[in-house]
């Protein structure tokens, strides 16, 4: 997430065994089912086998739940909830109340998930198959134990895909049936979870900026985008928001002035024909800089300009969600994304995140071959005999490491190489925070809560902006401690006994009363946790530096041990 925190496959594995586990052994007393058991049963031709549909519904659903459990642990985190458990029997309500919205956020982000994969498996169906089912799942409980709420979801949907005609005969007869069931019931649930949204107000603004990828399926704040699975889903992150970077920011605008004057019908650009442009552009630079945001920035400037000509634009993004564990399975995932690339019926954008963590080179002596086939075929459409540069597309890669890109690879990437630097003055830092925190402005400056109270210029007693901006660029932050710090100045602003009327208030009226309930935040406040992030910042410096000395260390004993064992075998001789 494109300011996104990726779902990907490595970090869902630890809790997909158990998913699998839990659905091969679900409990709905008095009997014990098991899912896959149910769906093999479904095609009375051939009991004992899976349709290609339904295998590939079924890895939707795994890892949809498996998602569930990965992000609300990451929630949990994020809401500070081992603080608050810590003190529960002060804290119980607001416990309660954030653990709930974790489980509500992380269904909203399973269900979009299996949602999202399912779609071009049932758009793939014959016509005549496709079916809608009507659903109610207004009685399914969210609960505060997100494994109450896994059961809840679970136990219902086996109901549905069980259920009976009054002649005994299942309602789900066959692999179309199945997969419209299975898309249908989690696009509902991710509705409902949306709705319930409404009643955690106070809480929704901390998702509201993230952004969750998995495989093409976007998820941001409550926000469901499914549509074109293949197709990055728009953040609300412009370039005006962006600080720092004017020749990054100079040069991609310029690459969407020309990619947009592409004329679909008659498949000209009169930028290419009068000159030419780079249809390359490597983003470079050290974490958290700005290079995902740059991305994110473009697709939401292409998109919007590309709406108000009127004129058809996709963004497809190519991480190491293309790589797959079947053999040339990669390759395909990887052509179908490229694909876009030659298509001239719409204006295009490919960005691929962490280029040289995606590939590696073709040196390396621990690349296999399906890796190498990647490479080779991104090389390809890159700059390959069939490519073809039609003036339509512009292909985007980040890297933190420019020296880890396959030689050839960075070659062809490198027609426009932008260095990513982040905020570069006290300025810039200072506009970065009033970014960040603006929500807690008052609302004459722009804001909603009037918390944030800290002047451009201050005192030894209240530091301003400009002091504080001045304190990172010092300090060498990078955008990202700036994100982090923020966002934590407005969990702790927020840490306050939930009155029990609230609960009754919506809308605006909630807001309202939420806003006398949070605490002032002043640039001293701001300050000192400035300071609190590069001592934590340079104590874990400090580790790695200590763990890495460590472990070269234990490695040149080893070597040395090694080298003697090898001399006394000589001596033997």
Request: glycine share 6%; hydrophobic share 40%; aromatic share 6%.
């Amino acid at each position: 997430m494109i300011d996104a925190e990726k779902l990907l496959p490595g970090d869902l594995a630890e809790h997909r065994k158990k998913v699998k586990d839990r659905l091969r052994n679900f409990r709905i007393d008095p009997l014990t089912l098991d899912l896959y058991r149910l769906v093999r049963e479904i095609d009375d031709q051939d009991p004992d086998l899976m349709s290609v549909e339904e295998t590939g519904t079924l890895l939707a659903i795994e890892e949809g739940l498996s998602a569930f459990f990965a992000l609300f642990g990451h929630l949990e985190n994020l809401l500070e909830i081992p603080a608050l458990r810590a003190d529960a029997a002060r804290d119980r309500k607001l416990l309660e109340h954030r653990l709930t919205f974790a489980s509500l956020h992380a269904l909203f982000a399973a269900a979009s998930i299996i949602a999202g994969k399912t779609a071009p498996i049932r758009e793939g169906l014959p016509r005549e198959e496709v079916r809608s089912w009507p659903l109610d799942l207004e009685s399914v409980e969210v609960d505060a134990n997100e494994i109450r709420t896994f059961n809840n979801v679970v136990s219902r949907f086996l109901v549905d895909l069980c259920e009976k005609k009054p002649d005994r005969s299942r309602v789900v007869t066959c692999s179309a049936d199945f997969v419209c069931l299975t898309h249908d019931f989690f696009r509902e649930m991710a509705e409902r979870c949306t709705r319930l949204s409404q009643s955690y107000l106070d809480l929704r603004p901390v998702v509201e900026n993230r952004h969750f990828l998995f495989d093409g399926v976007s998820v941001s704040g409550f926000t469901l985008q499914i549509e074109d699975p293949e197709s990055v889903a728009v953040s609300g992150e412009t370039f005006e928001q962006m600080v720092g970077n004017r020749e990054m920011k100079t040069s991609l605008l310029g690459v969407a002035d020309k990619i947009l004057l592409y004329d679909t019908r008659t498949r000209r650009n009169p930028a290419k024909e009068l000159g030419d442009f780079a249809r390359t552009i490597l983003l470079y630079g050290r974490p958290g800089t700005g290079k995902t945001m740059a991305i994110s920035a473009l697709i939401h400037e292409l998109t919007a300009r590309a709406k108000k000509l009127d004129k058809p634009f996709r963004a497809v993004l190519i991480g190491s969600d293309v790589k797959d564990k079947y053999f040339g399975e990669s390759v395909k995932n990887l052509k179908r994304k490229l694909s876009e690339l030659e298509r001239g019926d719409r204006i295009c954008l490919v960005a691929i995140e962490d280029i040289d963590l995606m590939l590696a080179s073709r040196d390396d002596v621990n690349v296999n071959a399906a890796d190498k086939d990647l490479l080779h075929e991104l090389m390809n459409s890159l700059e390959g005999v069939a490519s073809r540069d039609l003036g339509n597309a512009a292909i985007v890669a980040t890297t933190n490491d420019i020296k880890g890109i396959e030689g050839a690879l960075a070659e062809r990437l490198q027609e426009n190489p932008l260095e990513v630097r982040g905020p570069e003055t006290a300025e810039d830092f200072a506009a970065l925070f009033r970014i960040k925190l603006r929500r807690g402005f008052a609302p004459e400056d722009g804001g909603v809560g009037g918390y944030i109270r800290v002047p451009d210029k201050g005192s030894r007693r209240n530091p301003g902006w400009r002091e504080i901006g001045q304190a990172c660029l010092e300090y060498g932050f990078t955008g990202r401690p700036v994100k982090n710090i923020c966002k934590r100045l407005m969990t702790v602003a927020g840490e306050f006994r939930m009155p029990e009327e609230v609960y009754a208030l919506e809308g605006d009226q909630c807001v309202e009363r939420l806003r006398s309930l949070y605490r002032p935040i002043d640039g001293a406040a701001v300050l000192a946790e400035v300071e609190r992030y590069r001592t934590h910042s340079q104590a874990h410096e400090k580790a790695m530096r200590e763990e890495r000395i460590r472990s070269r260390k234990e490695s040149l004993i080893n070597e040395l041990r090694a080298s003697r064992l090898a001399q006394e075998e000589l001596r033997k001789e």
